[in-house]
């Protein structure tokens, strides 16, 4: 398993030719390619009959190569504008925003911000009640802070409540969202108390599952409660529908 993954298709080729294989042959050999799944990052209640993707360009060296994603290859380098391409829609039934007066906490590092995007303007376009808080992480500041002008216009109209960000990289100790959750452990848990839905976007390998942790630590410290019974109180929320994680 671990070859595969540290070697394409065309590495494999490379490394064991075969002689007299004919091209039609070899693609009839392969799988088609998954396809690739991105959150919309708009609301159609705010800007009509437009779909917005939040994209982020994977650009990597394999075996002395330089390598490209495949969407985001084909998005970025190969598409022109005014192009088409593919698509199909893919619901996610349990992946939504509550009623408009109910509160809101989205943890959306990188491109897993996307949904968050929408949610804020489907709110902003229902003029909703309900108050809003963005966890927002990414390397550095000056590079990465994506849609820095739009939540800062948000909060200034009172749209999104509270905005913490953590960018790894441009302190000499590496600061995650979850370390933002974990320094606002006292009014996260009030929010959680006081009907708040939670929301996760992103990574599901490593960012999830710590943010995941830090949940059920915040629980368990703020609530006084055994870690047992802070599972509990987790699980509850996710069988109410008020912890929704959209991550890949």
Not at 146 to 154: D, F, K, N
Not at 213 to 227: M, N, Q, T
């Amino acid at each position: 398993m671990k070859f595969l993954y540290e070697h394409h298709i065309v590495d494999i080729i490379r490394r064991f030719p075969v002689a007299g294989v004919e091209a039609d042959s070899l693609l009839a050999g392969l799988r088609p390619l998954q396809p690739r799944l991105y959150s919309l990052a708009s609301s159609q209640a705010l800007v009509g009959n437009e779909a917005h993707l939040t994209v982020a360009r994977v650009r990597y060296e394999l075996h002395g190569t330089a390598r490209g994603g495949v969407a985001t290859t084909q998005i970025a380098d190969r598409l022109e504008m005014g192009s088409t391409i593919p698509v199909y829609v893919q619901e996610n039934p349990h992946f939504r925003l509550p009623a408009d007066d109910v509160p809101i906490i989205m943890v959306g590092p990188g491109t897993g911000v996307a949904p968050f995007r929408a949610f804020l303007q489907e709110r902003e376009a229902r003029a909703a009640a309900g108050r809003s808080w963005l966890f927002f992480g990414e390397r550095n500041f000056r590079s990465d802070f994506l849609y820095q002008v739009e939540w800062q216009e948000w909060l200034d109209e009172g749209v999104l409540s509270r905005l913490d960000v953590a960018f790894s990289r441009d302190a000499s100790s590496k600061t995650y969202v979850q370390h933002r959750m974990r320094e606002q452990s006292r009014n996260l848990f009030a929010w959680l108390e006081e009907g708040a839905h939670f929301y996760v976007c992103g990574d599901g390998k490593a960012m999830a599952r710590d943010v995941h942790e830090a949940l059920i630590g915040i629980v368990e410290h703020e609530g006084g409660r055994s870690r047992e019974a802070a599972e509990d109180y987790i699980r509850n929320l996710a069988a109410e529908h008020r912890y929704q994680r959209d991550v890949y």
